[in-house]
């Protein structure tokens, strides 16, 4: 029996660091086992024709590979960014102000605050056929609905993280001699900046979401446009390319965010 | 000083009364407190929760304003905060996207020291209280000792002539309030600011002051002051002796089991 308790000793010694990289790695690799699988079932599916018109793995990389040389995919990609970046900065720029505005001065709050609850319950894409006879079809209307979805995303976001600063925070501040431009400079946009990159966050998986209904509207490239022709010739292929840049954008741009909210309020304690 | 309502008196409160609008009636949180603390005096504050004690506090800082009587600093109104009075608050209150020496610094800054000489006080007050180590740390890396620690040197760096503590130590284990409690009296003792002490440890309240002012609720008001003849440096053998016991059995007597004030002294 003695001789037994060495080697257990050992094991019991080494198996935190073990479980440690074990836990840390597991999660990729069940990510890239899933991804394999879901791969292989499509092709699985589409080779046996379960479902009808559905291409294969390999005809919709052949078919990206194609819509890489001839451009196509490049053009709409970049209209389809183009449109979120100009609708997305519009949204955020205004935002963010408009919410600080809000959180610090109840009267603004109160003019302000109706429109913005009333406006959150409509969805951007209900705004369409408006925005059409209001604005035409050229690219303001899109980039004015991508704008409004992720306006309000944000706008909730910085006024609560304005509302939501800590008073002895302030009173801090106040009694190190600060005064309300300073308070609000020093305290209350660093204190909201959480807040406000969450709604970020948001307002860009808004604005994402919007562009692809938004290109509905008399487009003449992007990739929603790209999916809405294909599906009226059958070009399955082609939706899926597509469909799968979006999400690869979107993916994306999601991780670029969280990076810099990561190195922006890394200060926070995490419960 | 030149008005002639009380010549050494560095704080004054003077029937001082504080009601809060509320639905209904207004709440009375503090009613005819008056309490004259003398320059380089240490006094700590008692008293049953909710009797207006941090209110007391935020006056004095100006952070409120009394709805009557006078609350005064040097013998002068005071009409809002200041650099001549520093505040440590319970919950630290340190900023915490801010590093321990940007913490420190941060009321120097708004006093428009040149960067060199706002270095050399910040350092000062960091070594005071012991942080050196972790000068570049964030908030969120520290224990709450050292959280307070933080935040005592941050009010120690710009000089202020009166301290204002809302139960600093309230949220720390026996252990590290002993310590700071020494070391808090230690800098008292060489600096001599004014400390205006909030606490609701009777044990803490008598070993630290010169006087300990116990307070009623409902309406807040000053129940009794009660004198601390033990000399300064406090050590262990007077934390221990039989005199600090009869004192902070007084205190707590006056604290847990209150009566009306006697009419006489
Ligand atoms: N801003 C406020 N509005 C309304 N009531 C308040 C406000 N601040 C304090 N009070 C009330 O005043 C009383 C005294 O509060 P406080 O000074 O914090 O007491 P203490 O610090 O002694 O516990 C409490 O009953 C509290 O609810
Ligand atoms: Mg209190």
């Keep these: 029996m003695a001789v037994i308790v060495p080697p257990e000793k050992t094991a019991v010694a080494q198996a935190p660091r073990r479980t440690a990289r074990r836990s840390r790695r597991r999660p990729l690799v069940l990510n890239v086992l899933a991804l394999v699988t879901g791969l292989l079932l499509w092709a699985v599916v589409a080779a046996l024709g379960l479902v009808e018109n559905l291409p294969t793995p390999l005809a919709v990389a052949r078919k990206a590979g194609g819509m890489l040389t001839d451009g196509t995919l490049a053009t709409d990609t970049l209209a389809s960014l183009r449109r979120v970046f100009l609708g997305y900065a519009l949204g955020v720029v205004l935002a963010v102000p408009v919410g600080f505005l809000m959180g610090w001065y109840v009267t603004v709050r109160a003019l302000i605050e109706p429109y913005v609850q009333f406006f959150r319950t409509i969805p951007p894409l209900a705004l369409i056929p408006l925005t059409v006879v209001l604005l035409g079809i050229g690219e303001v209307p899109k980039i004015a609905v991508i704008g409004l979805a992720s306006f309000m995303a944000c706008v909730v976001a910085s006024f609560q993280g304005v509302i939501d600063v800590d008073r002895t925070l302030i009173n801090a501040a106040r009694v190190l001699g600060a005064s309300d431009r300073i308070i609000f400079a020093k305290v209350v946009v660093p204190a909201a900046t959480p807040f406000i990159l969450v709604g970020m966050r948001i307002g860009l998986g808004a604005s994402w979401a919007t562009v692809v209904a938004a290109e509905l509207i008399g487009a003449q490239e992007g990739l929603g446009y790209r999916m809405q022709k294909a599906s009226t010739w059958f070009e399955m292929d082609t939706i899926f390319v597509s469909l799968i840049t979006i999400g690869v954008l979107g993916l994306l741009m999601d991780r670029l965010l969280l990076l810099a909210e990561r190195r922006l309020t890394g200060w926070q304690e995490r419960r | ?265």
């Design chain 2, 1 to 265: 000083m030149t008005n002639g309502t009380g010549m050494n008196n560095k704080i004054s409160f003077q029937g001082v009364a504080k009601t809060f609008p509320m639905k209904g009636t207004d709440f009375t949180a503090l009613d005819g407190v008056s309490l004259d603390i003398a320059d380089q005096e240490f006094v700590t504050v008692v008293g049953p929760s909710g009797c207006g004690k941090s209110t007391l506090m935020s006056m004095a800082a100006g952070l409120e304003a009394p709805t009557a009587g006078r609350v005064l600093v040097d013998g002068r109104p005071v009409t809002g905060p200041g650099p001549d009075r520093g505040v440590i608050f319970q919950q630290y209150a340190l900023f915490p996207w801010l590093t321990v020496r940007q913490n420190v610094e941060f009321g120097l800054k708004l006093a428009s020291v040149p960067a060199e000489e706002r270095h050399r006080r910040a350092d000062r007050a960091i070594a005071l209280v012991g942080l050196d180590e972790f000068a570049d740390a964030l908030p969120k890396t520290l224990s709450g000792g050292m959280k307070q620690r933080c935040a005592i040197a941050r009010a120690y760096a710009v000089d202020p002539q009166v301290l204002l503590m809302d139960e600093p130590f309230g949220a720390l284990d026996a252990l590290t309030r002993v310590q700071l409690q020494d070391q808090l009296l230690a800098t008292w003792s060489r600096e001599k600011r004014t400390v205006l002490f909030i606490t609701h440890d009777v044990d803490e309240a008598v070993y630290l002051a010169s006087r300990v002012v116990v307070m009623a609720a409902r309406p807040g008001r000053v129940h009794r002051i009660i004198d601390v003849d033990l000399p300064y440096p406090r050590t262990e053998d007077i934390r221990l002796s039989a005199e600090f016991r009869q004192i902070r059995n007084e205190v707590w007597t006056s604290v847990y089991h209150q009566q009306p004030a006697a009419p006489a002294a």
